[in-house]
């Protein structure tokens, strides 16, 4: 899977090889949210539009540039794009945690 890119007026944007924390933090808020019904209609939208811009982390690539920039199907192809590729990154490190690896103990 190659690394998600978006391009906004003739500049290309990639995203970081190694995302960064908060970006999984958020994609598994938004889905709990989504699937709670906390969040509809326009705030889905509004959210996708702010993860794609997380994702990318760039002050030039921000939630209102994306919106501008993108049509419906568009953000949703880059939004799902991004989502698979976060997951498919945290899969592989899990993958990669020891299995018989002791806990350390809780105090």
Excluded: C, S
């Excluded at 192809?77 to 976060?86: A, D, G, K, P």
């Amino acid at each position: 899977m190659d690394i998600p890119q978006i391009t906004i007026n003739g500049k290309t944007y990639r995203m970081p090889k190694k995302p960064k924390m908060n970006l999984w933090r958020h994609l598994v808020k938004f889905e709990e949210d989504q699937r709670t019904g906390e969040i509809q209609g326009q705030q889905v939208l509004d959210e996708m539009y702010n993860l794609v811009a997380i994702a990318f982390n760039n002050e030039e690539v921000t939630g209102e540039v994306v919106e501008a920039n993108f049509d419906f199907e568009e953000i949703i192809n880059v939004f799902t794009y991004i989502r698979e590729y976060v997951k498919k990154l945290a899969a592989l490190k899990i993958a990669q945690l020891p299995k018989n690896a002791i806990a350390p103990a809780r105090t």
